[in-house]
């Protein structure tokens, strides 16, 4: 088994591994490196493959091609929605003759982002349920990949164990354990503990906050913090705005639970919002479908915004913008760029964390203080995180007991603490724990 670390292990983003079994390789994830396309997007340059590379924001996955590996290709795998998961798919799946196989909502996402950038997709699109298996036909026999269902911030997020003769491969980036989600199923404990026991050769694990000592909460925290923030605070007669991750229905589906208690409407404005929620309510996964409004193109957001703004306190605006991306709802907002102006005392609730990258901090500051100019109260942080801490990850070793591990979704400073951890637990640096950059091979 050799595992080809394409993106993800250098930056936040841009994940992609791949295993080379000799006659047949599988691609886990193909995603985005968001940072340069915000920019890119700023300067309002239309996206396409030849662009995205020129800016690094795509895999470098012409390493397969000198690798001989171009052809081996059987599948794309991605392990959930989130587009430095997903986003590169679009761009470069066509190179492959391969079947993209992931859970439904993964792929009505999957089938929003090419129709949205006007790109046929030349690949089969597979949806496997979670908790189920999928086979792949190899050159010369079938493999067994297993969707397990784990929680994260997004619907129907999975661990992928593909079964060789060699062992299990477990693709686990991103995730947490959360026996208590909002929306879908509980993490599948029962199928981690059976892939434990058949033996897992390698693993690739998400190691963001592997440095953080903690164990990740719950959503539920995440509710309460919500509901505390929009139910106890002074805002009869305030305007309501809450931001959040486009892609999180269950935060989604508090946001909307606490509006209704306000006796206030939900309006849900920007395209990203209704992408996601589009996708959840196509399967059938979008429990507040019927209880919210929403407002896409241009036109609709200016006439809906300007009814709000005539009526502030019978509405809960919910909005694209919470790590200050340009162009987005809430900094044109901000900028007095849509007919709807913040007054004095008036909420914004960003129920989100600003993602460590450097472009995300300084957008976030820049529309925080614009925003305390015009008179804003701000409530940051009213969240909780969807990757695994410290703790979480120790408990994940201790389960798996892989014969090797190899840290992932961030640069060195991020995932060299999952090393550390892993040496703590018995694990030798280089010998079954693996600290591994873009471009780099492991045979195992």
């Not at 015009?374 to 410290?390: D, T, Y």
């Amino acid at each position: 088994m050799r595992i080809i670390t394409i993106g993800g292990f250098n930056e936040v983003g841009k994940n992609m591994t791949v295993v080379d079994l000799g006659e047949d390789a599988f691609i886990f994830d193909c995603g985005l490196f968001l940072p340069p396309i915000v920019q890119l997007e700023e300067r309002e340059k239309a996206m396409n493959e030849k662009v995205l590379r020129t800016i690094g924001a795509l895999p470098n996955d012409f390493f397969l091609d000198k690798k001989g590996l171009k052809d081996k290709v059987r599948a794309i795998i991605p392990s959930h929605a989130h587009l430095d998961h997903i986003g590169a798919i679009p761009y470069i799946a066509q190179r492959y003759k391969a079947e993209i196989i992931g859970t439904p909502y993964t792929i009505e996402v999957l089938k929003t982002l090419y129709e949205d950038n006007n790109i046929p997709y030349k690949n089969k699109l597979v949806a496997v349920q979670p908790n189920a298996s999928y086979f792949i036909q190899g050159k010369h026999k079938k493999y067994q990949i297993d969707f397990v269902n784990i929680t994260h911030s997004t619907l129907q997020t999975s661990m992928v164990a593909l079964h060789t003769d060699e062992g299990v491969f477990l693709y686990a980036n991103d995730f947490k354990f959360d026996n208590n989600p909002i929306v879908g199923k509980e993490p599948n404990y029962e199928l981690l503990e059976k892939l434990a026991k058949e033996g897992v050769k390698a693993m690739v694990v998400d190691s963001l906050y592997s440095k953080d000592e903690r164990k990740t909460a719950s959503e539920k925290i995440a509710r309460g913090l919500l509901e505390d923030t929009m139910l106890t605070t002074r805002n009869e007669k305030s305007a309501l705005l809450v931001t959040t991750f486009s892609s999180h229905i269950a935060r989604l589906k508090s946001i909307v639970d606490f509006s209704k208690k306000l006796n206030r409407q939900p309006v849900f404005v920007g395209r990203s919002l209704n992408k996601y929620v589009g996708a959840a309510m196509r399967i059938n996964q979008c429990p507040f479908a019927k209880e919210i409004k929403t407002a896409r193109f241009r036109n609709q957001v200016e006439k809906m915004l300007k009814r709000i703004n005539k009526d502030r306190t019978n509405y809960v605006i919910v909005s694209t913008g919470h790590q200050g991306e340009p162009g987005s709802i809430l900094d044109r907002i901000s900028r007095a760029q849509l007919p709807f102006n913040f007054n004095h005392e008036d909420h914004v609730i960003f129920s989100s964390s600003v993602i460590p990258t450097p472009v995300n901090i300084e957008n976030r500051k820049v529309l925080d203080e614009r925003l305390k100019k015009k008179g804003v109260r701000l409530f940051s942080n009213v969240h909780v995180s969807g990757h695994a801490g410290r703790e979480d990850l120790r408990d994940f070793v201790n389960m798996m007991n892989a014969e090797h591990i190899i840290p992932a979704h961030g640069d060195h400073e991020k995932i060299e603490p999952m090393v550390e951890l892993c040496q703590e637990l018995g694990y030798k640096k280089d010998k079954n724990v693996h600290l591994m950059s873009n471009g780099a091979e492991l045979v195992v």
